[in-house]
């Protein structure tokens, strides 16, 4: 319990009422027990829409820190997200298709490449950072 709560923090927000509105309206249309996680489902899903293949990189290494396995990391980063058009295991390895056209490959825990629909591929280590050139 104590490790949910230093991962948690309270805030407080002032909302329009017919924003509330909608949120208590998901929340019901859901089934869901509460409408803070009714509000946390909605936030959650409106800040993936706007990632982008660098920022599902930092998310997949980041998890890498807390578990080996990939598949778990896969779960909690990559499915269901909105910008994720294909998942694919290979051995040891896990590529990614966007929605976009980027490709994704995360060789196990030692980093991988980015296929971007335009330009060569990039490598990025275990930490998720871009070995870009400069130009």
Not at 32 to 46: F, I, K, M, Q, Y
Not at 112 to 132: H, I, M, Q, T, Y
């Amino acid at each position: 319990m104590a490790d949910e709560k230093e991962k948690t923090q309270r805030r407080v927000y002032v909302l329009p009422s017919e924003l509330v509105e909608r949120i208590t309206a998901f929340q019901t249309r859901m089934g869901l027990s509460s409408e803070v996680e009714a509000a946390r489902r909605l936030l959650d899903e409106a800040l993936k829409h706007r990632e982008d293949a660098e920022q599902i990189i930092k998310n997949f290494t980041q998890k890498m820190k807390e578990t080996k396995i990939l598949s778990d990391i896969a779960k909690d980063v990559l499915v269901g997200h909105p910008k994720v058009s294909q998942i694919h295991f290979d051995g040891p390895s896990v590529r990614v298709s966007l929605t976009d056209g980027e490709e994704i490959t995360f060789y196990g825990h030692s980093g991988g490449n980015l296929k971007r629909s335009w330009g060569d591929p990039v490598k990025f280590d275990a930490n998720g950072e871009l070995d870009e050139i400069p130009f």
